[in-house]
Nanobody, 124 residues
């Protein structure tokens, strides 16, 4: 009964900011990993960030490093993706996912649990 719900998408002008939320239920953060992905029409799904518990390691894809920040509010069972300096090429459906295990060197190769996506559109 694990559920992940991504929310917070919308229309943003280039250079603007947006914060996405991933609400998680039925899944313990401690000892596990939450990741963010995106997929644009005609492109492959791209892993953009993950946060791994209990060590609180964070990792980012090269395309978003320095612009996006992943964080968590464990009391609310929520993971956030703060997106700054948005570009039209960031336009995509954004998904969050969960995988068991704590990682020290990078994001998991595969995720078992997935949520519904939220659309982010960046206009020029």
């Amino acid at each position: 009964d694990v559920q992940l719900q991504a929310s917070g998408g919308g229309l943003v002008q280039a250079g603007g900011s947006r914060r996405l939320s991933c609400s998680v239920s039925g899944f313990t953060f401690d000892g596990n990993t939450i990741g963010w992905f995106r997929q644009a029409p005609g492109k492959e799904r791209e892993g953009i960030a993950c946060i791994s518990f209990s060590n609180d390691n964070t990792f980012y894809g090269d395309s978003v490093k320095g612009r996006f920040t992943i964080s968590s509010d464990n009391a609310k069972n929520t993971v956030y993706l703060q997106m700054n300096s948005l570009k039209p090429e960031d336009t995509a459906v954004y998904y969050c996912a969960a995988e068991t295990g704590t990682r020290w060197l990078g994001c998991p190769r595969e995720y078992y649990y997935w949520g519904q996506g939220t659309q982010v559109t960046v206009s020029s």
